[in-house]
């Protein structure tokens, strides 16, 4: 089988198209695990399938590098939007895109029949804990979380996939490799969850490190940089538009109106066959 290995600000996957359905087996997180290892397969942060949909142009599926299935990734989906684009599978530069966290849609920059980047809209954020989802009841906004002994306070969001927000005064020295993991698997968070430690610059300018759930940390993560985002500008940190740099490079994010618009390049490194 065919595919694209891509990446947004290296937050890496491999893209496999799938619109005819050959890949719909209940092994698929098995597959993901495999050919995502490392130096013992292509290796990526997570897969990519490219399906067909019945009430958007089409519809991606993501499976992370541990097997495990992510409602959202906007990294992703900016890669999955330009290999739809360069393929001729969707001819227009606005489509529509089917995920587990609702249908999202995109506008691709094009030069020269090549997608140079992508604006996604990523939707409302989502605060009530039921539906982030973590334990409790109301909101978590800049409330304490003992994690092993250690306190962090902790604003906690869902951007279709859930998020905890932490702010630090240097992001570059904080232990992410320690916090990150012991975070994500805290039982307040029954399906895991995303670790942001974030760095505020200015009030239009931020540095984040992200743990990403069932991956680790990454080079960069679309929903994580939207959830900063959105967190710092609850706190009164940021104000609505904001560049995030993250170790891949940088995100431009809009918050407004309830709204999040995230920019950011997609990028092609190779394709090749797969045998699955």
């Not at 050919?35 to 993501?62: E, P, T, Y």
């Not at 989502?126 to 978590?140: A, L, V």
């Not at 232990?175 to 805290?186: C, L, M, T």
């Amino acid at each position: 089988m065919r595919f694209w290995k891509m990446h947004g600000l290296g937050n890496d996957y491999v893209v496999i198209d799938n619109m005819d359905g050959k890949l719909d087996r209940e092994d698929l997180g098995r597959i993901a695990k495999r050919i995502c290892k490392r130096r013992f397969s292509v290796g990526a942060d997570g897969m990519l399938l490219l399906c067909s949909s019945s009430i958007a142009d089409v519809k991606m599926r993501i499976f992370n590098a541990d097997g495990s299935e992510a409602e959202m990734c906007g990294n992703g989906i900016r890669c999955l939007a330009k290999y739809c684009f360069e393929n001729g599978i969707v001819n227009k530069k606005e489509l529509r895109i089917e995920t587990l966290a609702g249908i999202k849609t995109v506008w691709l920059n094009v030069e020269d029949g090549k997608v140079r980047s992508v604006t996604v809209d990523m939707g409302s954020p989502i605060f009530e804990r039921r539906q982030i989802p973590m334990i409790g009841e109301g909101r978590c906004i800049d409330e304490e979380l003992e994690v092993e002994g250690e306190k962090f306070r902790v604003t906690c969001l869902s951007m279709g996939n859930p998020h905890c927000v932490i702010f630090v005064d240097d992001v570059d020295n904080f232990p992410v490799e320690r916090s990150g993991p012991r975070i994500e698997n805290h039982p307040v968070f029954p399906k895991r969850t995303n670790v942001e430690f974030v760095q505020i610059m200015r009030k239009d300018e931020m540095k984040i490190r992200v743990w990403e759930r069932g991956v680790g940390e990454t080079l960069a993560c679309g929903t994580g940089a939207c959830a900063s985002v959105v967190a710092a500008n609850l706190l009164g940190k940021v104000s609505g538009e904001c560049i995030v740099h993250l170790l891949g490079g940088d995100l431009k994010i809009e918050y407004g109106e309830d709204k999040v618009l995230m920019s950011g390049a997609a990028e092609k490194s190779y394709e090749g066959i797969l045998e699955i």
